[in-house]
């Protein structure tokens, strides 16, 4: 066999492809890669207001003291007082 490179065109062919594939798999994965980043990033977020809004629902079950104004129902809920 000789070092010269082939010259076979099918095999220059398919040499060539399978770079395209690789160059468009790379950047592929680059960009899935970003985007599974902001979404962890998104997800730390909605969990650390998850836990502050938690947080205020279990504070006066805890505390046991009376609701304050901001717990009651708003007069415009109503309490099934309303007579058509």
């Given at each position: 066999?000789?070092?010269?490179?082939?010259?076979?065109p099918a095999l220059l062919a398919r040499l060539e492809?399978?770079?395209?594939?690789?160059?468009?798999?790379e950047r592929t994965i680059g960009e899935l890669d970003?985007?599974?980043?902001?979404?962890?990033?998104?997800?730390?977020?909605?969990?650390?207001?998850?836990?502050?809004?938690?947080?205020?629902?279990?504070?006066?079950?805890?505390?046991?003291?009376?609701?304050?104004?901001?717990?009651?129902?708003?007069?415009?809920?109503?309490?099934?007082?309303?007579?058509?």
């Amino acid at each position: 066999m000789s070092d010269a490179p082939s010259t076979d065109p099918a095999l220059l062919a398919r040499l060539e492809d399978l770079e395209v594939r690789a160059a468009f798999q790379e950047r592929t994965i680059g960009e899935l890669d970003s985007l599974v980043i902001a979404l962890f990033a998104r997800v730390e977020a909605l969990e650390a207001r998850l836990r502050v809004a938690e947080s205020r629902i279990e504070a006066p079950m805890v505390a046991g003291g009376p609701p304050s104004a901001d717990d009651e129902r708003p007069p415009h809920y109503g309490g099934g007082d309303f007579a058509p």
